[in-house]
């Protein structure tokens, strides 16, 4: 299945490919270092921006827990990853494009979109399906353990 890509992904995985070669396989320690991901999900704007080497590089809307379901704060790592996910929880939802960081809590793709932006889901931070397409590009291509999801009020 063909995915389409936005041309600023491709600039930042291309850029990161570039500083792994430059950097070698000797300096790996330094690449895991130079390359680092961090989505930072503000609760309270309901946004989520996503800095690679402390730079801001895109900024979407998100949907968090209602008022009936909290989305967790702190910062978290990535766990795992599914390209579909189904949630055992509710009702079999599908979770496209999920990266999950705490037990079930994931971000993932929404078809509700119109809901972005305000708070609509039982915990988990819902995108538009292609911010959460690159995302999960993005984690898979910088690794979890380079990428970290921080949550704050």
Not at 1 to 14: C, D, G, H
Not at 88 to 115: C, E, L, Q, W
Request: charged residues 15%; proline residues 5%.
């Amino acid at each position: 299945m063909y995915k389409a890509i936005s041309a600023k992904l491709i600039n930042v995985t291309a850029a990161a490919a570039g500083t792994a070669l430059l950097l070698g396989a000797a300096n790996s320690t330094a690449h895991a270092a130079a390359n680092q991901i961090v989505a930072r999900v503000s609760l309270s704007q309901q946004t989520m921006e996503v800095l690679v080497d402390g730079r801001p590089t895109f900024a979407w809307k998100v949907s968090t827990g209602d008022r009936a379901h909290v989305t967790p704060t702190g910062s978290f790592k990535p766990t795992r990853m599914h390209e579909m996910w189904y949630s055992k929880k509710y009702d079999n939802a599908p979770m496209p494009h999920s990266v999950f960081f705490s037990g079930g809590y994931a971000v993932h793709a929404t078809n509700a979109i119109k809901r972005l932006g305000q708070p609509a889901s039982h915990g988990c931070v819902r995108l538009h399906p292609d911010n959460a397409a690159d995302f999960y590009q993005l984690v898979e291509t910088f690794g979890p353990t380079n990428t970290s999801i921080v949550i704050v009020k």
